[in-house]
C-alpha cells in the first residue's frame, strides 16, 4: 500500500520571508488543475485566490515550476511543495 500524499503548502514574499507554512493529507494520489490546488489551500476561499492569482497577486509554483494558468495539471504526489508567493499586498484569504 503506498503512502497517501501530503502537500505541503508554503506562503511567502517575493524576498522569501515565510509567511505560512502548513501540510494538506489526501486520500490517493491523483492529477488535478491548479485551481484544485486553491481549493485545497483555501477551502471556502478559493474562489477569492483564482481571482487574487489572476490578478497577479500572488504566484503559484509546484516544485520550483511557475504555474500560469489554474488549468494547468498537477500530479498530487507524496512531498510535493506548493509555493504560494506573494507580488502585492493581500488580503488576508
Do not use: W, Y
Not at 9 to 21: K, N, S, V, Y
Not at 27 to 54: H, I
Not at 57 to 83: C, E, M, T, Y
Amino acid at each position: 500500500m503506498s503512502a497517501a500524499p501530503v502537500l505541503q503548502f508554503i506562503d511567502e514574499t517575493l524576498a522569501g520571508e515565510l509567511l505560512r507554512e502548513h501540510e494538506v493529507r489526501l486520500s490517493a494520489s491523483e492529477t488535478v488543475k491548479a485551481r484544485q490546488l486553491l481549493k485545497l489551500r483555501f477551502g471556502d476561499n478559493a474562489e477569492l485566490a483564482c481571482e487574487a492569482f489572476r490578478r497577479g497577486a500572488f504566484r503559484l509554483q509546484v516544485d520550483g515550476a511557475q504555474i500560469d494558468s489554474l488549468d494547468a495539471h498537477v500530479q498530487l504526489v507524496p512531498g510535493l511543495a506548493v509555493k504560494l508567493i506573494r507580488t502585492a499586498a493581500a488580503v488576508e484569504l
